[in-house]
Structures are given as structure tokens and as C-alpha cells.
């Protein structure tokens, strides 16, 4: 399996910025499925990295850097991606990275293991809807040739969203694969 090969602003990835590109410094989409035809045809079948639990602090649902047109979930209270994270008030003397609500106490959110780079997702209607919607992230990419997916953090998501995981991985692809640890 690879690592996670989304578009990301660091180099180990695990703080995705968007998950319909493949990250420029490994090549484009096409790269990809030429890669995949290859290692099928020696054999090989090409899982991928699935970080479904946590998202770049730069991606258009967080927005820490203010680098979107679209308000993202630190930038604005009233963001639609809101929901998609836990915000708290900070702590004292702690600088608070983000926009305060009306009440002005929710300035500071949870980062997966407590890193301010990857903010965790909220499992809700919406962010299920990103992976495991009828056009998600986690079909698109098995019904592109990938074998399935390694879960990063499996231990930190529901098993009601793990087995709607498995569920669209099963019918983008009856023999693609779900692994993970808990």
C-alpha cells in the first residue's frame, strides 16, 4: 500500500488538502493509473492510504491560512464546514489560531494527537457524504483502479463509519479491500 498520495501541504501527506488530486509531487492522475496497470499487470494490486479522519489545516474545509474564496471552518463561525470540526475555547495564554464565534469562546479545535496541522473531522452528514457519498472519495478512487484502502487511524472512527467505508469500497469493487486496526 502507499502512503497517502492526496494533495497535500507537507511531505508525508497525512494532512490532506484535497482528495481529488493526486499530489503534484508524485505525479498526476495519469501517472496513477498507469502505475496501477502496471503493477496489475506483474500482479500487484495498488491499495491506497485512507486518512478519513483528519484533514489539512490549509484545505478549503479549514482554511487557517485564508488561502479560499470560500470561508472554511477556522476562518468563520458561519462556514459551512463549521460542523465538520471540534472547536473549544482556548486555554490560558494559549494564541487562538482561529475565528471567534458570536460568543467568542470557540476560538480553538482539536487536532488529531494534538497537532494544529491536522484538525480531525466531525463524523456528520456532510463529511460521510465527502468519502463515502454516492460520488466519494472513497468509490471514485477504487472505481479508478486502486485495490482498496488502508485506514489511517481506524481506531479513532466509528465502526458505523468504517462499515459504510467497506460498504462503498464493496460496490465500487466486490474484491477491493478494507484493512485496518483498531
Not at 501527506?13 to 498507469?34: C, I, K, N
Not at 489545516?57 to 471540534?86: H, K, L, M, Q, V
Not at 464565534?101 to 470557540?106: C, E, T, V, Y
Amino acid at each position: 500500500y502507499f502512503n497517502p498520495i492526496f494533495a497535500a501541504p507537507s511531505n508525508h501527506r497525512y494532512d490532506t488538502s484535497s482528495y481529488d488530486v493526486v499530489d503534484p509531487d508524485l505525479g498526476t492522475e495519469a501517472d496513477l493509473a498507469a502505475l496501477i496497470a502496471e503493477a496489475k499487470a506483474r500482479g500487484i494490486r495498488v491499495v491506497l492510504d485512507g486518512v478519513f479522519n483528519h484533514v489539512s489545516s490549509d484545505s478549503p474545509w479549514f482554511d487557517r491560512e485564508r488561502r479560499f474564496e470560500e470561508a472554511g471552518a477556522c476562518e468563520a463561525a458561519d462556514s459551512p464546514y463549521r460542523a465538520w470540526f471540534t472547536f473549544r475555547a482556548p486555554k490560558p495564554n494559549e494564541p487562538a489560531p482561529c475565528a471567534a464565534s458570536a460568543s467568542g469562546d470557540d476560538t480553538y479545535y482539536v487536532g488529531w494527537f494534538g497537532f494544529d496541522t491536522i484538525p480531525e473531522l466531525v463524523e456528520q452528514g456532510a463529511v460521510d457524504d465527502l468519502f463515502v457519498g454516492a460520488d466519494g472519495v472513497v468509490g471514485r478512487w477504487v472505481k479508478a483502479g486502486t485495490a482498496g484502502w488502508r485506514l489511517d487511524v481506524m481506531d479513532n472512527m466509528s465502526r458505523g463509519f468504517v462499515r459504510e467505508i467497506r460498504k462503498a469500497t464493496k460496490a465500487a469493487d466486490p474484491d477491493a479491500l478494507v484493512l485496518g486496526a483498531a
